[in-house]
């Protein structure tokens, strides 16, 4: 181990022109598999689906535009970039969306549009010590609240001799301009849904209204139940919690956020909750592969059943349900046509510089380095600057 430091340290040290080249076979592709998150979201009349995949100590995060059937519109996925592993928001007014992820000390987003075009966007810049970054766990989320994308992320700062999360709120406008930053973000929210400039915050075991940027009151869970999804509906919003491994627990909320009714329960099994408006009731999943309809009052209109539904989404006029994440499949709800979306990636390219050191150019074009054991990382030693052995591009550390 000390000897192939040693070896790594010293080849650090040589010329670019002098460390050895082979060359490499040209970029093929690869299906990804091992997803281990997919979110969805209604964009106009077709849905965003954003799932991530585990990649050492980060996550891949790739998107797809599918159709009110599922069916995936771009021949493959979109290449988001690498983010924390945790939460992943996604917001869209039904032209743009906005994805944000938060890790290593800062908060990036990606603004994609209804052809696939992709741009990223820096929201917050790293202006902490390492020892205190913004969004280390990576749990921001976004939300359009009808003017605006605005973010909600949290900012660690020293307190005593450990670090105390403080909630804040970014406004970025449809063109990813900063319009204000670090505004005060009530609960360490990790879910947000909006409506008409009315947004509810929830946390594991709180929600809390937002009425642009003033903040109203935080509502406290009973200690048994836990949040599972938020959705906004034409009368209110429905908060959905899980109360044991057999029973969930919906809260309705009025058009201004407020509690308007008395919470209702319905049947869970285990597995992954999910809750949306299709323009007259909600959709509700609760683990049994089906789709309760439900209204807000908790009266049960119709269980739906055909693809194997995990998580559903509506855009009032079309609902969608996903099933899985490795493979992701996508069906129109009650249908039992599945549609898979094609993920994958480009190869990468191995010219070996130096012993077990090898300098890759990875899917986003960026050079990295694999050390000994395969494990990724940035190479910080003093080369700067070397050529990939099958493209013949210079590449700059």
Excluded: C
Aim: charged share 20%.
């Amino acid at each position: 181990m000390i000897l192939a430091s040693l070896l790594l340290a010293l080849a650090a040290r040589f010329p670019v022109s002098l460390l050895p080249e082979f060359e490499a076979a040209p970029p093929a592709r690869t299906s990804l598999r091992g997803m281990l998150r997919v979110q969805v979201e209604p964009f106009g009349d077709a849905f965003l689906v954003v799932s991530s995949h585990e990649y050492i100590y980060w996550w891949n995060r790739y998107a797809m535009i599918v159709s009110a059937d599922g069916e995936p519109l771009l021949p493959e996925a979109i290449d988001l970039g690498y983010g924390a592993v945790g939460n992943t928001g996604i917001a869209t007014n039904g032209q743009t969306a906005l994805i944000v992820s938060g890790a290593n000390g800062y908060l990036s987003g990606v603004l994609l549009d209804r052809s696939g075009a992709a741009r990223t966007i820096e929201i917050h810049k790293l202006s902490h010590a390492p020892f205190s970054p913004r969004d280390n766990g990576g749990s921001p989320d976004v939300i359009w609240d009808g003017t605006q994308f605005l973010v909600i992320s949290t900012l660690e700062v020293p307190n005593g001799s450990a670090l105390k999360r403080v909630p804040i709120l970014t406004r970025v406008s449809e063109s990813g301009s900063i319009l204000e930053n670090d505004i005060p973000g009530g609960i360490d929210a990790a879910l947000a849904v909006a409506r008409n400039r009315i947004t509810i915050l929830g946390s594991s075991r709180e929600f809390q209204m937002l009425n642009g940027t003033s903040l109203g009151e935080i509502t406290t869970l009973p200690e048994n139940e836990s949040l599972a999804d938020l959705a906004a509906g034409d009368d209110g919003f429905l908060v959905l919690a899980t109360r044991g491994e057999s029973e969930l627990r919906a809260y309705h909320l009025d058009a201004a956020g407020r509690r308007d009714r008395a919470p209702f329960s319905l049947p869970r099994q285990s597995g992954t909750s999910s809750v949306a408006w299709d323009g007259n009731a909600w959709l509700v999943t609760n683990g049994s592969g089906a789709v309760l309809r439900v209204t807000s009052d908790g009266t049960l209109l119709d269980t739906i059943t055909g693809a194997p539904a995990t998580l559903v989404a509506s855009n009032g006029t079309a609902s969608i349900v996903i099933n899985g994440a490795d493979p992701v499949r996508t069906a129109r709800l009650g249908s039992t046509q599945q549609h898979e979306i094609n993920i994958s990636r480009i190869e990468r390219t191995q010219p070996v510089l130096a012993g077990d050191a090898v300098i890759w150019k990875d899917e986003r074009g960026i050079w990295r380095n694999t050390i000994g054991s395969n494990t990724p990382q940035l190479f910080a030693e003093n080369i700067t600057q070397f050529r990939d052995a099958a493209s013949g591009a210079t590449g700059t550390l």
